[in-house]
């Protein structure tokens, strides 16, 4: 065995925290998280809502997965000129203070109650992060996606979810493909239950920040005539992807003619043959006509088709409702099909933002923890766009942050005073931290 020495000199593991310490728009958002959520404790000594979120955000930025973690970073954060450190047990009772209590919602015919969580100051926080993160601008409009997350738990409060696991079913709301709004939803309250006042919820809070939304596009779990009343009340233009209805079923088997062959490009990059056409249908409201784009391919190129050819089964048909009266029927189906990406968003939620490791057994808790770290995610994204534009051959602005993590976060450091000032020290510094270094910090 190798010769061994533990030296007690304290050092930092995480050296690259300190530039996200020192980074402009990251001290921007833990002052807005203040501005916006005020005075934490009405003692002297106690934590700021800031430092506590801070603690939390340079867990998750240092590779940590539970709430736990934040005692580990505790002896690095104290390291830091200017920087205070709470404990774990200080970030869940902050989780706790922010929370607003469920609301029950009653289901009309069945009467069964369904547990919401609505937590309006977080999600004006998480919009306004957003746009001092520079992925939204006040004045201008934006792209408006929804979408619900299974989170599997087995938390105190989760319940059976139509996938047949126990968990939530989160409302997500995304802005140009970023998560800006976040309701907390039991896991056994259908999808559509609702979903009226929670998109008019979301489209409002835009509003209030002088964001308008120019194109909604959702999927099935969107398909009910309230759901698309409110959709085209506070959008130009919406794509909703239509069910397996009577009504669609006839539609389809009206249309013998009139598809026009186009080829599309797959996820996997593979081209496509299929066959598109549009069609009027009068089906929700009275006296309004709205266009149905229809779209057909063989061999079952995708999941979640709405039905088939029941006699020879060729072709797969899809169904997207819209009020877009202009727009070719191939540029409709590329942008709906666009919405995939938000699948790659929830991915990164739950594995890097840890999701899937909530830390309460309270969802009006566990709420406040998807928002804050959404709020994370959002400035992460602008961090290291920013980080690869300037130093684009070592990582890219789409890096995991396990990547991120590895390349720009963990090195050894230490701070050490000087006549001229602390000075933070790097003992084998990455490639990326050197032009970091070089490129956007002082000296």
Excluded at 227 to 236: A, L, N, R, T
């Amino acid at each position: 065995m190798a010769n061994i020495q533990v030296i007690s000199e304290r050092a930092q593991r995480f050296g690259g925290l300190n530039f996200i310490l020192q980074s402009k728009e990251y001290k921007k958002i833990l002052e807005l998280c203040d501005k916006e959520l005020g005075v934490r404790s009405s003692s002297g000594g106690g934590y700021s809502y800031s430092e506590v979120i801070n603690a939390l955000f340079l867990s998750i930025l240092s590779g940590g997965t539970c709430i736990e973690d934040i005692n580990l970073l505790v002896p690095e954060l104290s390291q830091c000129p200017q920087q205070k450190a709470p404990s774990a047990d200080t970030v869940l009772r902050t989780l706790k203070k922010l929370s607003v209590d469920d609301e029950l919602v009653k289901a009309k015919g069945s009467g069964i109650d369904y547990t919401f969580n609505r937590n309006s100051k977080l999600n004006e926080l998480l919009i306004k992060g957003t746009i001092e993160a520079r992925l939204l601008e006040s004045g201008k409009a934006c792209d408006f996606d929804y979408d619900n997350q299974i989170i599997q738990t087995k938390k105190r409060d989760s319940a059976w979810t139509y996938k047949d696991v126990k968990g939530y079913a989160p409302g997500i709301a995304f802005a140009n493909g970023h998560p800006i709004s976040i309701e907390g939803r039991g896991g056994n309250a259908p999808v559509v239950f609702d979903q009226a006042q929670t998109l008019r919820l979301a489209y409002e809070a835009l509003l209030k920040e002088g964001v308008a939304v120019k194109r909604s596009r959702m999927d099935a779990g969107s398909y009910s005539r309230e759901v698309i009343s409110v959709v085209e009340e506070y959008s130009d233009l919406f794509y909703i992807r239509a069910i397996n209805t009577p009504y669609h079923r006839s539609i389809v088997e009206e249309s013998t003619s009139g598809w026009t062959r186009l080829k599309l490009k797959s996820s996997n990059g593979d081209i496509r043959n299929i066959e598109a056409r549009s069609v009027d249908a009068d089906e929700f409201i009275k006296g309004k006509t709205y266009r149905i784009v229809l779209y057909r391919y063989k061999d079952g190129w995708s999941e979640g088709t709405m039905f088939s050819d029941n006699e020879e089964m060729k072709y797969r048909y899809f169904s997207i409702i819209t009020n877009d009266e202009d727009t070719s029927e191939e540029e409709i189906i590329k942008y709906y099909n666009k919405r995939g990406s938000i699948e790659r968003v929830f991915d990164q939620m739950n594995n890097d933002f840890n999701w899937a490791h909530l830390p309460s057994s309270d969802m009006n808790q566990n709420t406040v923890f998807m928002l804050l770290t959404a709020l994370l995610r959002n400035f992460f994204t602008n961090f290291i766009s920013e980080v690869s534009r300037r130093c684009g051959h070592l990582i890219s602005p789409k890096a995991r942050l396990k990547k991120f993590i590895y390349h720009f976060v963990t090195c050894p450091a230490r701070w050490v005073k000087s006549k001229t000032g602390d000075i933070l020290q790097l003992f084998g510094a990455t490639a990326l931290q050197r032009w970091y270094v070089e490129q956007m910090c002082d000296g």
